[in-house]
């Protein structure tokens, strides 16, 4: 602790937050040895380098690509990766999605990837207007989103609900005029589409806007089916309480008398 202190260094506990991570349960509690990525594999041995020096190997793409090289190529092809590797320091790294030495599974409530926590992580960048600004996109993206119904389920912790990578996707993240952007026009009602999501969708409504603004005017049916799917939501939470609630209780005093 003493030469963390001393140092500056920017993780306090490293070697803990390693040990709680996927990597690090992988090596000490699955016993995979030869598989696990260990300090030295993302830091180097006698070349490492501190914090802030240019290329430092733990930060570099290339770094995780070593061990993640299918999720490497498609990063590299994207938006985010093309932008990075051309040495743009504003574009995200693996570790500014995923964190550095606590990187923990995506199914973990606890990940900045993690369903829920999606908006919030894009939100590091896409919510920052000298970034959206400074390349020409809308600030207010986000926003729009959380108060969609999307963001609503999402917010609730409905998993299947769709957030950001549902359809800009994950590491494959392109900007829309892309013709093999998820979000280009053409494709949307293939991304819309989706098994998971909305099968059969007519092309039409999958077209339709989504990040609407409160300065834009929304298509009367769409504000029609939002009103009815959130009295659905409201009326199916009432059902929910009411339907649980007496039986909590009486089975509480059954207990009780046992």
């Known amino acids: ?79 985010h990766g093309r932008e990075a590797l051309a040495g743009n320091l504003d574009s995200p790294l693996c570790v500014d999605c995923h964190g550095e030495h606590g990187i923990i599974s995506p199914e973990d409530k606890g990940s900045p990837v993690y369903a829920k926590n999606i908006p919030d992580t894009c939100s590091t960048c896409h919510s920052r ?72 969708m007519p092309e039409k409504i999958a077209r339709s806007k989504i990040h609407i603004g409160a300065e834009q005017k929304k298509p009367l049916a769409l504000f029609y089916v939002q009103r009815v799917l959130l009295i659905l939501v409201a009326v199916l939470l009432a059902a929910t309480v009411i339907w649980f609630v007496p039986g909590f209780y009486k089975k509480t005093r059954l207990f009780k008398k046992k």
């Open 129 to 200: 207007p000298e970034i959206m600004k400074k390349y020409g996109l809308s600030e207010d993206k986000i926003a729009t989103f959380i108060d969609s119904l999307h963001g609503i389920a999402v917010g609730f912790g409905y998993k299947a609900a769709a957030n950001c990578s549902s359809c800009h996707g994950v590491h494959d993240i392109r900007p829309a005029s892309e013709p093999s952007s998820k979000v280009n026009p053409a494709n949307l009602h293939q991304t819309c589409g989706q098994a998971s999501c909305h099968p059969d």
């Open 1 to 79: 602790m003493a030469v963390v202190i001393k140092y500056h260094i920017h993780s306090e506990l490293p070697y803990q937050e390693y040990m709680q991570s996927v990597h690090g349960k992988a090596l000490f509690e699955k016993g995979l040895l030869h598989y696990a990525a260990v300090c030295t594999d993302c830091h180097g041995v006698h070349d490492i380098k501190g914090v802030g020096e240019p290329h430092l190997m733990a930060r570099e793409p290339q770094t995780c690509g070593r061990c993640h090289e299918l999720i490497y190529g498609e990063y590299k092809e994207s938006i």
